[in-house]
């Protein structure tokens, strides 16, 4: 049965139900009458551009005025027009009753218009629509048809002509309710629709539903595959606006926008509407783009790169990264982690692939290869989908193989100049502009496994408490334009023994930072000079 002028996401659950409960009967006389009379009225819909929020069009749905004062809903009288054969005339009507509406509205806004196939078979009948609408004085490059997938096309040949006379004329085309019939592919391929309509139901279930957000991705990506705009309807809530926003979709329209008004309404709420982005942009690759570019990023990358599934399994992994575990790809994907990592780091890889799954929080962990002593880097990101489902566990290696290497040669390099000069007197320090220390070499006879912060914290420590409060109140009362500060203080020495110690330091400005870059070095010998020289003058 074809659902032209149906009820759709303008509707709120309440409503439908309500509609449903307490129509009246409709009678063909009935209807016949409401159209000479104008009782069957246009609603209006706005759709709105996903990213910018700029409006795009309004799609024009049926309402029935009933002589009690009630509107009925389009379920409750399109049964009737078609049994009747009144769906022609109801069309026609309320295309002409839209266009007259909205032809002074500002805006360079759409109408879009649902007709069964049947209209569209029938070359007469659009004709009589093309006049229609040449008549009221809408452009009909502004224009929308819509034809609902559920309906069975009887004369695709004759349909294909009708389509094809639209476009030729600047009215575009639209597939509706695109998901829930079975000849989709077929009538994408043949009429070349100019855009695709999401079925409600998809959208309403996006939150709960898992399976609706793989189905909604994969018509968006469908449609960018083939060139045409998607649309989707009955947008209720936030998430289902964001999640659209994330997979690229172009227009919305639902009640998280506005309902379907009538005319008067319509033209009040056009007046106020304020364009909005009212979600994060998205990428606009299609999916042909999207799967290149990232084979290009997989396979050119400097680092292993992998994905595991819930299921445990290698669902993706690059060259780099089977060069590194010495398994040929074709042995790694779509096997268990288990099965392909050598045993001795198996069991530990596994370990955090687990981790991942539970924790979203990523964390970096080296795995040393077996048997030839390879040093890899291991981090790991949960990937979740828009509801929160866990897709999987993405992996990056990184080889640090020869940086470890290197960090071992200079840390034998220093051990060897540690023996070599036990007594190098020279320590040289960093400290903020503040004269707040926050580095210093070690000194050879210092513990190695010091960190730097350990080692500065000693320096204090071992100062003479006397000579500690002096030298602070030297710093405090220096000239606030100096670039140089010495002093010199005792200190018991990391040996035990007790020295005295030469601190200068110079400010420089190194990038966007000023800081003092100085030495502490040994001056016992000096001071015990000066002390014995004065003796001797006295």
């Known amino acids: 049965m074809p659902q032209t002028h149906r009820m759709t996401a303008a509707e709120p659950p309440h409503a439908r139900v309500e509609a449903a409960s307490t129509v009246p009967e409709v009678t063909d006389d009935a209807l016949e009458y409401a159209l000479r009379t104008n009782a069957v009225v246009p609603f209006f819909q706005p759709i709105v551009d996903v990213q910018s929020g700029n409006l795009r069009g309004f799609e024009v749905l049926a309402r029935w005025r009933a002589s009690d004062g009630r509107l009925l809903l389009p379920d409750a009288f399109i049964p009737v027009a078609v049994s009747a054969g009144l769906i022609a005339s109801l069309t026609i009507h309320l295309v002409e009753q839209a266009c007259r509406a909205a032809r002074e509205w500002p805006g360079d806004f759409y109408l879009a ?47 294909e002509l009708g389509i094809a006379h639209l476009r030729e004329l600047g009215i575009k085309t639209m597939l509706d309710d695109f998901g829930t019939g079975y000849s989709s592919l077929v009538r ?28 909604v991705s994969a018509i968006v990506g469908l449609g960018k595959s083939l060139g045409a705009k998607v649309v989707a309807e009955s947008v209720e809530t936030r998430f289902q606006l964001e999640f659209l926003a994330s997979i690229g979709c172009d227009t919305y329209q639902g009640w998280w926008l506005a309902p379907a008004m009538d005319a008067a309404t319509a033209a009040g709420w056009l007046a106020r509407f304020e364009p909005r982005q009212a979600a994060p942009s998205s990428t606009h690759l299609t999916p042909y783009q999207r799967q290149y570019q990232l084979e290009i990023l997989y396979e050119r990358s400097p680092v292993g790169l992998a994905f595991i599934d819930p299921d445990l399994r290698f669902a993706a992994a690059n060259a780099k990264f089977c060069n590194m575990i010495h398994v040929p790809r074709y042995e790694v994907i779509g096997q268990k982690v288990t099965d392909v990592l050598p045993v001795e780091i198996g069991g530990r890889a596994l370990e955090l692939i687990l981790r991942g799954f539970c924790d979203d929080q990523g964390d970096l962990s080296e795995v040393v290869m077996p048997h030839t002593a390879e040093t890899f880097l291991l981090n790991h990101e949960r990937v979740s989908d828009a509801g929160g489902v866990v897709l999987g566990v993405s992996v990056v290696c990184i080889d640090v193989t ?45 513990l190695a496994a010091m960190s730097v912060r350990e080692r500065i914290d000693s320096w204090y420590a071992r100062m003479d408490p006397p000579d500690r409060e002096r030298v602070r109140s030297e710093w405090v009362g220096r000239d606030p334009a100096a670039t140089t500060f010495q002093t010199r203080f005792r200190l018991e020495w990391p040996d035990g023994s007790r020295r005295w110690v030469l601190s200068r330091g110079d400010l420089k400005e190194t990038g966007h930072a000023r800081r003092w870059y100085g030495f502490f070095t040994d001056i016992t010998r000096e001071v015990e000079l000066e002390e014995r020289l004065g003796s001797a003058v006295v």
């Open 113 to 159: 218009f649902n007709m069964p196939p049947t209209m569209l078979q029938e070359s007469a009948t659009v004709d009589h629509i093309i006049a229609t609408l040449k008549a009221t004085g809408f452009p009909l490059r502004r224009i929308r048809v819509e034809m609902t997938e559920v309906e069975v096309v009887e004369d695709e040949r004759a349909a």
């Open 188 to 215: 994408l391929h043949r009429f070349q629709f100019d855009k695709i309509k999401i079925d409600g139901s998809f959208i309403r279930a996006l939150e709960q539903d898992e399976a609706s957000r793989k189905i």
């Open 402 to 446: 020869d940086t470890k290497r290197y960090e071992a040669a200079l840390r034998a390099r220093e051990q060897e100049d540690v023996y070599a000069a036990p007594g190098t007197p020279t320590v040289f320090w960093v400290a903020e502009e503040s004269g707040e220390l926050s580095y210093m070499t070690p000194h050879p006879l210092e």
